[in-house]
């Protein structure tokens, strides 16, 4: 069955970068679009970007200076990097499938970002 | 971007009541939308996508209508497992941009 499961540090420091690892099961990367949404607190949803099949990557220009997304089909993982973190990017970070909407989440993982 | 507005921002209705939560879009956005619920400390589900068809797996008492920029989520008997924030999403246009969410509770 298709799963995603985000990995990563719980904890980060100001102006400091985030790692994340979207890792997938049931389906392949070259196949199927993963994105990477966040959620501040139980507070609404802000897309961030997306790996298409192909290998492409697009990006909320909210955070385009600062976020990368590469993946390597061979271990079935979509990574995120972001640097320059603040505080107000504290929240749980998923990686999704899907084109225009998605049918499947991992579970989160919570960032916070505090010294 | 395009925003996505939703009302009502919470909302509480007794068992067997039927519910309605609307989204607008700041533009047209062709039955681009999507409805999810998410319940404490879980992941969004997606209920309905294209505007009006259900995800395989969502009980019937879930609709989803809609054209141009106004849209709507219907339940049409609340049930206790309704509970939860009901999130509206476009899916037309990058960004992708969601609703602020509705937080329906039982009466």
């Known amino acids: 069955q298709v799963q995603l499961k985000e990995s990563g540090p719980g904890l980060v420091q100001p102006s400091q970068t985030l790692s994340l690892t979207c890792t997938v099961s049931g389906f392949s990367l070259t196949s199927y679009s993963v994105h990477w949404v966040r959620q501040h607190s139980g507070k609404s949803l802000e897309w961030m970007g997306r790996?298409?099949?192909?290998?492409?990557?697009s990006y909320n220009s909210a955070f385009t200076s600062r976020l990368s997304i590469s993946r390597d089909t061979s271990k079935s993982q979509v990574f995120l990097k972001m640097n320059s973190l603040q505080t107000e990017d504290t929240g749980t970070y998923y990686c999704?499938?899907?084109?225009?909407?998605?049918?499947?989440w991992g579970q989160g993982t919570l960032v916070t970002v505090s010294s | 971007d395009i925003q996505m507005t939703q009302s009502p921002a919470s909302l509480s209705a007794s068992l067997g009541e039927t519910v309605t939560i609307q989204c607008q879009a700041s533009e047209d956005i062709y039955s681009g939308l999507a409805w999810y619920q998410q319940k404490p400390g879980k992941s969004p589900q997606l209920l309905i996508y294209?505007?009006?068809s259900l995800q395989d797996g969502v009980p019937s008492r879930f609709s989803g209508s809609g054209s141009g920029t106004q849209y709507s989520l219907k339940i049409s008997s609340m049930q206790t497992e309704d509970e939860g924030v009901y999130f509206c999403q476009q899916g037309l246009k990058y960004p992708f941009t969601f609703g602020s969410g509705t937080k329906l509770e039982i009466k």
């Open positions: 999704a499938r899907g084109k225009g909407w998605f049918a499947y």
């Open positions: 790996m298409w099949s192909d290998g492409d990557t």
């Open positions: 294209g505007a009006s």
